[in-house]
């Protein structure tokens, strides 16, 4: 069916039409309701490229992936990808694998300079993240996922880092815990600096001192998990607990604990933030472990929508989302047991 006649069928102008289906904000969500229902009830389907030729668009949103957090990648694209089907937007995946700082400025320009993309969403920022202030300047639509002091207005969308592992942390103080170990995210990340600044709250609240020899930062696998913890658990005065960055983070902590034979929840109290991952669950690990959880899914989700309120018109400076994380406690965390004379 060609665009004059399902116009016809619907009682409209081919012009309101098509800005109905393209997503145009001066068309009120009645007339855009009306639209999709009758193309929905005839079968009606425009022509993508040439929707793309008038509109100017490329339907699709770029996204730039990293070799580090593969894991989290793959549940936000996921969470992008249930959002974007119905829309008809594609999504274009740059790999990148650890390139230096030019290399990755370049990358982005090049993404721009193609025209391959409507939006670019940008992962874990830094607190003057270049790449914000370079899209900007280029006039490139863009959603942060994370946040950034940068002086530049920019959308976001975050979870409350801090307030999730001062939460996480303050809950090992309360079960007699002053020995705790972190092993956070890669340095720099403003997410990372949220979750230590977190940490030392909750231990400073509570008159204890940070120790500098329990605190680590790396990529969320398992084997930097293992070897951090390991590492902390043979000092002379070991932690009694671990707060966790990741799952995978975690499951390290609990290779290097048992490595030792001690026990979880028993000798050791385990806390970790879960990116709540299908194939890897908090209830389902032994014992259960306590964590705090926010779905990287329904973040990839989320960050679709935005992205395409972006692309319909809305300011970038009316979009900033800051989501709390829940606790949920398990097994894995229990008293502190009395130190050896």
């Known amino acids: 069916m060609k665009l004059k006649e399902f116009a016809k069928q619907v009682g409209l102008s081919p012009t309101t039409v098509s800005r109905a289906l393209s997503g145009y904000p001066e068309v009120s969500e009645t007339t855009r309701a009306r639209v999709a229902e009758a193309a929905v009830r005839l079968g009606y389907s425009p022509n993508v490229n040439a929707v793309r030729l008038k509109t100017g668009r490329a339907g699709a949103i770029g996204v730039v992936m990293g070799r580090a957090g593969e894991f989290h990648f793959a549940e936000f694209m996921a969470g992008m990808a249930e959002r974007l089907v119905a829309e008809e937007t594609d999504i274009l995946v740059i790999p990148m694998s650890d390139p230096n700082h030019e290399d990755e400025m370049q990358l982005y320009r090049r993404l721009v300079e193609s025209r391959r993309v409507d939006a670019i969403i940008v992962h874990s920022p830094k607190p003057e993240d270049e790449r914000i202030a370079l899209l900007h300047e280029l006039g490139m639509p863009f959603l942060v996922h994370g946040r950034s002091t940068i002086d530049v207005p920019h959308a976001w969308l975050d979870i409350d880092n801090e307030a999730a592992i001062k939460r996480a942390t303050s809950h090992l103080i309360d079960l007699g815990h002053r020995r705790i170990a972190m092993i956070n995210g890669r340095p720099g990340a403003t997410y990372a600096l949220h979750r230590d600044s977190g940490f030392r709250k909750a231990l400073q609240s509570h008159g204890i ?93 989320r960050c679709a929508d935005l992205v395409l309120q972006l692309l319909s018109g809305r300011s970038p400076l009316e979009i900033h989302e800051l989501w709390p994380v829940e606790l949920i406690l398990r097994e894995s965390t229990g008293p502190a047991r009395p130190s050896k004379p």
Do not use: C, K, W
């Open 209 to 301: 001192e940070p120790d500098a020899q329990l605190i680590a930062n790396g990529n969320f696998t398992d084997e930097l998990g293992f070897r951090f913890a390991r590492s902390f658990l043979e000092q002379a005065n070991p932690p009694t607990a671990f707060v966790a960055g990741s799952m995978m983070t975690a499951l390290g902590v609990y290779r290097a604990v048992r490595s030792l034979g001690l026990q979880i929840g028993r000798d050791v109290s385990v806390i970790a933030h879960d990116d709540v991952f299908p194939y890897l669950t908090a209830d389902n690990m032994v014992p259960s472990l306590s964590a705090t959880r926010s779905s990287m899914r329904a973040a990839g989700s």
